[in-house]
């Protein structure tokens, strides 16, 4: 399974817009951990689906997002429920960590 790009102009259509909460994957190709915590992402999108989207966004290639949303370290999860940032997490971990994080994070949203 292959994550969904987003860009600068599909952004709103396809995180505030979505349905659902969607965790957002600031990243670039320069970056040594953001290419650590992508097979640690797909692997969460692929049992999550239905109940999560995972997207990325290349900030080098789409810098007016990342801009919009105050991302200053790669890489920088941000997870997004009704269009709005309720969860942001930077730098890589270990996949159990994160799925930790984020069902806290979206238990407490009230996902």
Request: with cysteine.
């Amino acid at each position: 399974m292959s994550l969904l790009s987003v860009t600068d102009d599909t952004f709103a259509a396809e995180v505030l817009r979505r349905e659902g909460p969607v965790l957002v994957d600031f990243w670039a190709q320069w970056c040594p951990p953001c290419h650590m915590i992508a097979p640690v992402l797909e692997e969460i999108a692929a049992e999550r689906a239905g109940s999560l989207t995972i997207v990325k966004v290349n900030s080098d290639e789409n810098p007016v997002v990342a801009r919009d949303f105050q991302v200053m370290s790669l890489p920088t999860l941000m997870l997004f429920r009704n269009g709005e940032p309720i969860r942001s997490y930077v730098g890589a971990r270990p996949k159990a960590r994160l799925l930790a994080e984020l069902d806290d994070a979206l238990e407490a949203s009230g996902v």
